[in-house]
Nanobody, 119 residues
Framework: QVQLVESGGGLVQPGGALRLSCAASGSGVPVYNMGWYRQGPGKQRELVARITSGGNTNYADSVKGRFTISMDNAKNTVYLQMNSLKPEDTAVYYC?????????????WGQGTQVTVSS
């Protein structure tokens, strides 16, 4: 059973920066994606950034050029560096891991961490 533990959320002023961390444990599946999703008040959960086990990344258009997703293999941890934060980035951010086996996908989620961008 995969477990994901998130940290790094908080309150920041517009233009500021935060780094979210997500430590994964409990899986050795070779093919997977890890990513960050967010859900703002009254909104659907949306993909922010994703990185594959092969190292490919993709980002939502709204965060391109501002956010960077990366992995530390030694710590089995994925990060989201968020720069130039805007009020519209305010949301609960969730770490996600997708594993692929027997032509099926399985999703695991962190507990969520609040990011608030406000002056």
């Amino acid at each position: 059973q995969v477990q994901l533990v998130e940290s790094g959320g908080g309150l920041v002023q517009p233009g500021g920066a935060l780094r979210l961390s997500c430590a994964a444990s409990g899986s050795g599946v070779p093919v997977y994606n890890m990513g960050w999703y967010r859900q703002g008040p009254g909104k659907q959960r949306e993909l922010v950034a994703r990185i594959t086990s092969g190292g490919n990344t993709n980002y939502a258009d709204s965060v391109k050029g501002r956010f960077t997703i990366s992995m530390d293999n030694a710590k089995n941890t994925v990060y989201l560096q968020m720069n130039s934060l805007k009020p519209e980035d305010t949301a609960v951010y969730y770490c996600n891991r997708q594993e692929f086996i027997l032509a099926k996908s399985y999703d695991y989620w962190g507990q969520g961490t609040q990011v608030t961008v406000s002056s």
